[in-house]
């Protein structure tokens, strides 16, 4: 089996020209097949208040109104995208920029009103992806590069989480290749306090998380990313490492990287 990488980098490096710059450079220095995911919800805040309109999250999710939507279509699926892929472009990577409605890559539900009314948001479920077809992308000699925009099939866009993304294609490809799904971020892994660099937790299996949830070690964004990564490895993907977008080089160089998870 073939081995594949997926690569989901954060709002706070993509924020960051010189971090983000020194990403993309060990992104295509990493050998072998490659997918990157990107979020930016930094951005899509600041630009939102710029226009205007009140960023509201929820759990981490944006409450994203037709408004919003606008705004983040134009932010992730355009800006960031088209950005990230002419700096590829630059380094070698012949990187092709996709939201979930090209190709019918992704395809997802708006999420139901219960409590909340989160607005345009789609959430994937086990037929959202058909990994021949992005196998195929890969087959041809092109590096995806997937935003968090996807659509619902009736012409809706709608907006996903990018960390929920980079899993979902993780699980489906895990059929055809021996998958590692990777979360880049600005600090050094899932650390034992969060202002000191150096105390990387090195590996976390799903007991060690639950302590780590009772101990309040772990909280706020780092939840629902430890969350999406426990299932992805229960459905099948290799291995899971949370690790900073400056550190990706040591992969290659089968150096320590940021935090394992294991079940
Ligand atoms: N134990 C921990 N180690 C590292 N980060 C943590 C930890 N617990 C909570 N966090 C928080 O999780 C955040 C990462 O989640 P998030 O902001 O969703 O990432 P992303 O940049 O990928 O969108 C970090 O910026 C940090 O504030
Ligand atoms: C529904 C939902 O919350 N979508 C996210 C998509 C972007 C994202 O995930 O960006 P980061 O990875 O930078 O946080 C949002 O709009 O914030």
Redesign the pocket.
Known sequence: MRSLHII??????IDNSENLYHFLKDFTALEGDKILVH?G?KVATQLSETLGIEAKLVD?RRITDIETLRVVTMVYGGLINKNIVAQLQRFGTNAIGLTGADGNFIRTKKRPVKTIDYGFVGDIDSGSINPENISRLLDAGFTPVFCAITHDGEGQLLNTN??TIASALAVSLARLYETTLI?C???A????D?NDEDSIIRDINPERYQE?KEQQ??????L??LDNAFSAIACGVKSVIIGKSDDLSRLQQKQPFGTRLSN
């Open positions: 989901k980098i954060g709002g706070n490096v979020g919800g981490g990018a960390d979360y971020f600005e600090k892994g899932v650390l034992h969060i780590l070690i772990i909280h706020s964004g780092m629902p990313k």
